[in-house]
């Protein structure tokens, strides 16, 4: 035999023994993710916060953002205005709506303050606790 056709032999040989040692691996593979499936994990219960959302009747606490926005009757632009809000002015969110309008979604909140109404939800603020709105409100005042 030639030194050629003895290097293709070893060739033919080298590939034969890879693909036997790429089966081999990829039983393993297949196997140990198998196996993973079925492997049984520690689950920790899911405890709720304590201030839960849904324990309130109210989202939170907004501060008005813009220069003075109207309250409106319905969560809709063209709604009539109930009266105005002054950039600063503390605000209870009780509730939170997308419409759509024009092809174009809006967020509005019904708000509780010294008027119940609607607000866009761009002109204010939102924070979980009243403190933490007085806090911001006082820094916008300043």
């Not at 063209?78 to 759509?100: A, C, D, E």
Request: glycine content about 6%.
């Amino acid at each position: 035999m030639t030194k050629t056709v003895k290097t293709a032999i070893f060739f033919i040989n080298m590939r034969i023994a890879m693909k036997h040692v790429f089966s081999q691996l990829m039983i393993l593979f297949f196997t140990a993710i198998l196996f993973s499936c079925f492997a049984k994990k520690d689950e920790s219960p899911v405890i709720p916060p304590v201030t839960s959302p849904l324990s309130r009747d109210y989202i939170g606490f907004g501060v008005i953002t813009a220069s003075f926005t109207h309250i409106m009757a319905d969560p809709d632009q063209n709604s009539p205005s109930l009266g105005y809000l002054r950039r600063g002015s503390l605000v209870r969110i009780l509730r939170r709506q997308t419409v759509k309008s024009g092809g174009v979604f809006t967020s509005w909140v019904l708000t509780e303050g010294n008027q119940q109404g609607w607000l866009k939800e761009e002109v204010l603020s939102i924070y979980e606790t009243e403190s933490q709105a007085k806090t911001a409100s006082e820094s916008i005042l300043k």
